[in-house]
C-alpha cells in the first residue's frame, strides 16, 4: 500500500510549493492523508475556500480516499462547517474509519491529538483542556484494542518526543505527547502519522512501530510511505 502524506501546508503559505511536489508524482497511490494545519488560520470563509484549492488541486490527479485530521489553525467552531463544505475529504475527528484497499482491511483513528502540557492559550481559553487530551488517549485505546487487522493512527500533535529532536526540549511537552506514546505501545498501530513540528525529526521508531513526521516544512516535499517495504530497522522506505 502507498500511502500520500502531508501536512501543516498552511495554505495559501505554502500552497504554490505543495501543488509543485504534488505535479511530480507520477506514481499510484491508495490512500491520501493530511495530517493537519493544512490551511492557515484565518475567518471561515477564507478557511474553506483554502481547502477547496488544496481537493482541487487533487482532482483528476488520484482516486484513492482522502483522509484528513484538524490541526490546531483549524478553530473547533470552524469544523463541522469545513466538513460540510469539503466533502470530498473524510476528516476525522477522534473518530475512525474502516475500510478496505484492494482485499487489505484497515482501520484508521484520526484526531488532533494531545500534549503532555497545554499551551498558555489552551490553558486560557479552553477550561477543560486536560480532559479532553486525556479522552482522545482513551479513545484510540479503545479503538485499536481488539483490532486485529491493519491500523493507522493520524494525529496532528507529535505522539512522542522522539520526532521532536531540533525543536527546543524546553517545550516538547507543548508539542506532543509521551502519554500517546505509551497508548502506541499498548495498542501496536502498524504506522503512525503525524504533523505539527516544524524543526523535528522527519521519522524515529517507537519499539517496531514506524513514526512518520510529515510536515511539509520539515520534509520540503510531500511524503510517499510504502508499507509493503516497511521493517524494523529501516529507513529506506519513503
Not at 63 to 71: N, T
Not at 91 to 111: A, H, M, N
Not at 148 to 162: D, E, M, N, Q, W
Not at 193 to 202: A, E, T, V
Request: proline share 5%.
Amino acid at each position: 500500500m502507498k500511502i500520500l502524506a502531508c501536512s501543516d501546508i498552511h495554505s495559501p503559505v505554502f500552497y504554490s510549493e505543495f501543488v509543485k511536489q504534488l505535479e511530480k508524482i507520477n506514481e499510484e497511490i491508495d490512500l491520501i492523508i493530511f495530517a493537519g494545519d493544512m490551511v492557515e488560520r484565518d475567518s471561515l470563509e477564507k478557511e474553506i475556500e483554502e481547502y477547496r484549492k488544496i481537493y482541487n488541486s487533487l482532482f483528476g490527479k488520484f482516486s484513492s480516499p482522502i483522509i484528513a485530521v484538524f490541526g490546531n489553525t483549524e478553530f473547533e467552531d470552524y469544523r463541522e462547517k469545513i466538513k460540510n463544505e469539503i466533502t470530498g475529504i473524510k476528516f476525522l475527528d477522534d473518530q475512525y474509519l474502516e475500510l478496505k484497499i484492494g482485499e487489505k482491511p484497515i482501520l484508521i483513528f484520526g484526531t488532533t491529538g494531545s500534549l503532555d502540557e497545554p499551551t498558555r492559550w489552551q490553558k486560557s481559553n479552553i477550561p477543560n483542556i486536560n480532559q479532553i487530551f486525556k479522552s482522545r488517549i482513551e479513545k484510540m485505546r479503545s479503538c485499536f484494542k481488539n483490532y486485529s487487522g491493519f491500523k493507522i493512527l493520524v494525529t496532528h500533535y507529535a505522539p512522542t518526543y522522539k520526532t521532536l529532536e531540533g525543536e527546543n526540549p524546553l517545550f516538547y511537552k507543548n508539542l506532543g505527547s509521551i502519554e500517546m506514546e505509551m497508548a502506541i505501545l499498548e495498542t501496536k498501530p502498524n504506522i503512525v502519522i503525524h504533523g505539527h513540528s516544524h524543526l523535528g525529526k522527519r521519522f524515529a521508531w517507537i519499539d517496531t512501530i514506524p513514526i512518520f513526521n510529515v510536515a511539509f516544512p520539515v520534509n520540503k516535499r510531500i511524503v510517499i510511505i510504502d508499507t509493503d517495504k516497511i521493517k524494523p530497522g529501516l529507513q529506506k522506505f519513503v
